[in-house]
């Protein structure tokens, strides 16, 4: 049962342009949402995160958008950049008492052309 | 501080044989987590720790696996006997708790031929 989704496997953007990655959730109790980011052969990285009472959270070029009512958060990367290019995977975190468990998805490969 | 930090970082052994896998988590942090990265099922939780306590290993895909959490600065994930299917990177994750992110170790690469 694959509660976090993430249907696009590769994403090919040019330098410059707006990079959109896109994931779905099926468990409505998720309160907390993080983006990662993964180079071959290192741990992935946090890039970005927010919280359910949220609609919108910005980090410098990078902003997470998040729609409760359809299940689906985005990733906006303006400029994208070629340093962009990696593994990107959202994750989200079911509301237990003192404890955090990050389910995540399968993953987006971004690849920014010069 | 250096991170989490995993050990080893490359794996090779043959079937049948057990294979442990070592974890240091941050300083301070109470959660502690195990992944699986394939390129079929992506990044699978194996088991969390919450204070050296195990919360959840549904995610552990058979008794074959196992883990442990003797205190609060290490952690071991082991597989006895080992299967060439368990190929895969492994990694270890800790946080701060609720709300906060997860820092990633670097993985290890485990072959078993």
């Known amino acids: 049962d694959q509660q976090v989704k993430q249907n696009s496997p590769s994403l090919s953007v040019q330098e410059g342009r707006i990079s959109i990655l896109n994931c779905d959730y099926t468990?409505?109790?998720?309160?907390?949402f993080l983006w990662y980011k993964k180079y071959p052969a290192e741990g992935p990285t946090f890039l970005i995160s927010?919280?359910?009472?949220?609609d919108k959270n910005e980090d410098g070029r990078f902003t997470v958008f998040l729609n409760k009512s359809a299940k689906h958060l985005s990733l906006h990367i303006v400029p994208s950049q070629p340093g962009d290019s990696a593994v990107y995977f959202c994750?989200?975190?079911?509301?237990?008492?003192?404890?955090?468990?990050?389910?995540f998805g399968q993953g987006t490969r971004l690849t920014i052309n010069p | 501080d250096a991170g989490v930090i995993q050990s080893p970082r490359h794996e090779v052994t043959e079937m049948g044989q057990e294979v442990t896998l070592r974890c240091k988590p941050i300083?301070?942090?109470?959660?502690l987590f195990w992944y699986r990265q394939t390129m079929m099922r992506g990044l699978e939780l194996l088991i969390y720790?919450?204070?050296?306590?195990?919360?959840?290993d549904s995610g552990m895909p058979e008794d074959r696996f196992s883990a442990k959490m003797p205190n609060a600065s290490f952690s071991t994930l082991k597989i006895q006997p080992s299967e060439p299917r368990d190929s895969a990177v492994y990694f270890c994750?800790?946080?701060?708790?609720?709300?906060?992110?997860?820092?990633f170790g670097q993985g290890t690469r485990l072959t078993v031929v």
């Open positions: 994750a800790s946080s701060a708790g609720r709300y906060t992110e997860a820092f």
């Open positions: 300083s301070g942090h109470n959660s």
């Open positions: 927010i919280s359910s009472i949220k």
């Open positions: 994750a989200a975190s079911p509301p237990i008492q003192g404890a955090q468990k990050l389910v």
């Open positions: 468990n409505s109790m998720f309160d907390y």
């Open positions: 720790f919450n204070n050296n306590v195990p919360i959840d």
